[in-house]
């Protein structure tokens, strides 16, 4: 296995991958009944409000089992929308869409719990988490949009959700894990801008070469026109 700050996706990417194959026969019996990917990326957000709700209100066993359920759609929406073909980048959009409001939901009620609880600075902590994670987002997002590649790094989202998770089973751990959460989370920032740096600056002397390399065979071209023009000339 290749390391993971060469950009290779663990749990969001090759075992996510295999796990979708193994799941395609339902996401086929699930196509059939009617069921779309769509219903199912919605249906993950409002599990993630309830999870929400539940770890707001302090209730960690019940905001776990909703954590679960909100992780059921995210993985079954994929294998719905392969088995019924209707795979679109409208529903990656409404999907990638979809998984920053479920973080925002989910990091939103630890906050509400630490502010009821613990009140204090405390509560910033999975804010920091949130806005970290909505920063690797970014940097994918954006480096694709420039035709970069920006995947991987230590902590992406499910590492991030099986942390929570570890978090909410073990109450005790759950400030530890954010300090964990957030500082892998600002590593993995750091290896996908340096990714995305190296790939960019590489890419910048392959284009001034060829641009140098255009400009000297337009300028050859030129050379040779006035050239033939001028011997014309002389002919006439």
Do not use: C
Request: proline share 4%.
């Amino acid at each position: 296995m290749q390391a993971r700050a060469e950009g290779v996706n663990v749990l969001d990417g090759r075992f996510r991958t295999n796990i979708e194959k193994g799941l395609r026969p339902i996401g086929a019996n699930l196509g059939k009944s009617g069921i779309s990917a769509d219903h199912l990326t919605a249906l993950g957000v409002v599990m993630a409000g309830a999870a929400a709700v539940a770890i707001g209100f302090g209730n960690f066993p019940l905001g776990l089992l909703f954590l679960v359920l909100t992780g059921v759609p995210d993985v079954l929406d994929g294998a719905v929308a392969k088995a019924s073909g209707t795979a679109s980048p409208r529903g990656a959009f409404f999907d990638s869409v979809s998984d920053r409001v479920s973080d925002a939901l989910l990091f939103g009620g630890v906050a509400w719990y630490f502010a009821a609880n613990d009140p204090g600075l405390t509560v910033m902590l999975p804010v920091a988490v949130l806005a970290a994670s909505m920063l690797i987002s970014y940097e994918r997002a954006r480096a694709e949009a420039l035709g970069f590649n920006a995947k991987g790094g230590i902590m992406e989202r499910a590492e991030r959700m099986i942390l929570l998770g570890l978090g909410l089973l073990f109450p005790v751990l759950l400030l530890p894990v954010l300090w964990i959460m957030l500082a892998l989370t600002l590593v993995t920032a750091g290896q996908r801008f340096v990714k995305v740096w190296k790939q960019a600056s590489t890419e910048r002397p392959q284009r001034a070469r060829q641009r140098r390399t255009a400009r000297r065979r337009t300028a050859r071209t030129n050379r040779a026109r006035a050239g033939w023009g001028e011997l014309r000339t002389r002919r006439r």
